[in-house]
């Protein structure tokens, strides 16, 4: 698939869908290319006349070119619109990719798109992923295609040739589990992103020694905590990792807690290593979280072999 951006300017003139089909046509462009050509246009620049925009793309797709809508989530697009263009991929805006990780509620603007992307049969693609952690999240939500510098950097046509020939996917990438259930899924990715953003703005408390700029200290307080009591309790509490969850995550807020009365009673008598502690304990209990993952993955493949029988 070939993606072309047009420009607003572009887009808006009259003539739009006539110089395209003139290009084509003196170009002596067979027609089975144009099902690998697609046009990128901008939120904005589509729901700026709606008619109009809906006409062009119908013209353009009987002769078999797509049309994808950029920047998705900057503008105004409603479920009519979305329902009513006949578009053929929209693309997630980088702006809500870039702190999903650290951000509940980027992370779940990102989930709905994607879910919304699937009732209307349309794909999706993620703009500006830059770090494996955010591709193996989107993987996860159910993401079509990944867009950015976790991939590759923008390459000339020769180094793509050649990057091409020796590409080799990250192992990394087979962590993906679609198997998990959508509800359950999102739960947990939010579960864990809440956990991380809390450890940053508790390390950056303590660091800067601004006590008060600290979150919950109580396990029972944070968002985290009161996931596993609840939602986290339904869908994973018959684990074993879940019980070990419990536990280590409880352990990181006493520990928390021990640190923050140090900072108090002893300013300066914090120790690097006291947050390379603490920090890794935030990594062991993502780690238990990536083991529960799995856990209610095969829980689930056995319970269909068993129903299957």
């Not at 420009?7 to 089909?21: A, T």
């Not at 620049?45 to 809508?69: V, W």
């Not at 798109?113 to 500006?128: C, H, M, R, T, Y």
Request: net charge negative; charged share 25%.
């Amino acid at each position: 698939m070939i993606s072309i951006n047009i420009s607003p300017k572009q887009f808006k003139d009259r003539g739009f869908v006539n110089k395209v089909k003139k290009i084509a046509s003196d170009l002596a462009m067979d027609e089975s290319c144009f099902e690998y050509i697609e046009f990128e246009i901008t939120e904005g620049s589509a729901l700026e006349n709606f008619n109009y925009t809906n006409d062009t793309i119908h013209e353009l797709k009987k002769i078999g070119i797509g049309f994808a809508l950029d920047d998705f989530g900057t503008g105004y697009s409603s479920l009519t619109h979305l329902k009513e263009l006949h578009i053929n991929t929209i693309k997630i805006d980088q702006s809500f990719i870039a702190d999903m990780l650290n951000n509940t509620q980027d992370m779940a603007i990102v989930h709905a798109i994607i879910s919304l992307s699937k009732v209307f049969q349309i794909e999706v693609v993620a703009e500006g992923v830059e770090r494996i952690d955010q591709l193996l999240t989107l993987f996860e939500l159910g993401c079509d295609h990944i867009q950015g510098y976790a991939i590759a950097k923008p390459l000339s046509y020769d180094t793509f040739v050649e990057y091409l020939r020796n590409f080799t996917p990250d192992p990394r990438w087979n962590i993906s589990l679609h198997q998990l259930p959508k509800r359950a899924e999102f739960e947990l990715l939010v579960a864990q992103s809440n956990h991380k953003y809390w450890m940053e703005l508790v390390v950056d408390s303590l660091v800067r020694e601004d006590l008060h700029t600290l979150p919950p200290l109580s396990h029972l307080s944070c968002r985290l905590g009161k996931w596993l009591m609840s939602k986290g309790k339904y869908y994973f509490g018959t684990l074993p990792s879940f019980l070990k969850l419990l536990e280590q995550h409880e352990n990181i807020h006493l520990h928390t807690h021990r640190l923050v009365e140090l900072s108090k009673t002893h300013p300066k008598a914090l120790t690097q290593e006291d947050i390379h502690a603490l920090v890794s304990k935030r990594d062991g209990l993502i780690m238990t979280i990536e083991h529960l993952k799995e856990e209610y993955r095969m829980t689930n493949m056995i319970k269909g072999v068993i129903n299957e029988r």
